[in-house]
């Protein structure tokens, strides 16, 4: 079997892999996200998902040129422009009632690379409609939601309590948790990490 390298220090990401039975280590990368979004502030949110996942893999696969390394981002676009998670939960507030009764967008970007080179790259967009939700309710939430109003960039956990802020949502569960799975494990078979 090929060695196979997640380059990120996401729990939830970690998580996937582990409830899929896919082999892997951790080995997490330190990129500077701020760095490459201000080096790069002509590129799109959903580019610049990509573009973060391939910054934080390359270093980790040139150091493992054994091994199959995977770097992934997601970028959250809203009203076309990136948004950052939060400094501090005490601003979540204004973020959701910002959000409050409209779509945004969260961008998944993955990059698999060997020996530092390019094996696979992947970008999927995920539409999420928030709900026009009660002041009430948002007073409940931040009282309850505790580090995803800082962990995520829409001061959310999707497969929390977060899942009660949407109406719809348009896209891959697994996309929206950031690491969209089906067509990971797809190239991982192709390349000996998983049973063809």
């Not at 505790?146 to 009660?164: C, D, K, N, P």
Request: glycine share 8%.
């Amino acid at each position: 079997m090929t060695r196979f390298i997640l380059a990120s220090g996401s729990q939830i990401r970690a998580d996937i892999l582990r409830q899929a039975h896919i082999p892997f280590e951790i080995i997490k990368s330190d990129v500077d996200e701020s760095v490459i979004k201000a080096e790069r502030a002509d590129l799109s949110p959903r580019d610049m998902a990509l573009c973060l996942a391939e910054a934080k893999v390359e270093p980790v696969s040139l150091a493992h040129p054994d091994a199959l390394v995977l770097g992934a981002d997601q970028t959250m676009e809203l009203d076309g422009e990136l948004l950052d998670k939060l400094p501090q939960a005490s601003l979540a507030r204004a973020r959701l009632e910002r959000m409050r009764g409209r779509p945004h967008f969260l961008h998944s970007g993955l990059a698999l690379l060997r020996a530092g080179q390019p094996v696979w790259r992947y970008q999927q967009t995920s539409t999420i409609h928030v709900r026009g939700f009660s002041d009430a309710f948002l007073d409940q939430y931040l009282e309850n939601a505790g580090f995803a109003l800082t962990a995520s960039v829409g001061a959310y956990a999707y497969e929390g309590l977060g899942s009660q802020l949407f109406e719809r949502v348009e896209g891959d569960y697994y996309a929206i948790l950031g690491l969209p799975l089906l067509p990971l494990t797809a190239v991982l078979r192709d390349h000996g990490v998983l049973q063809q």
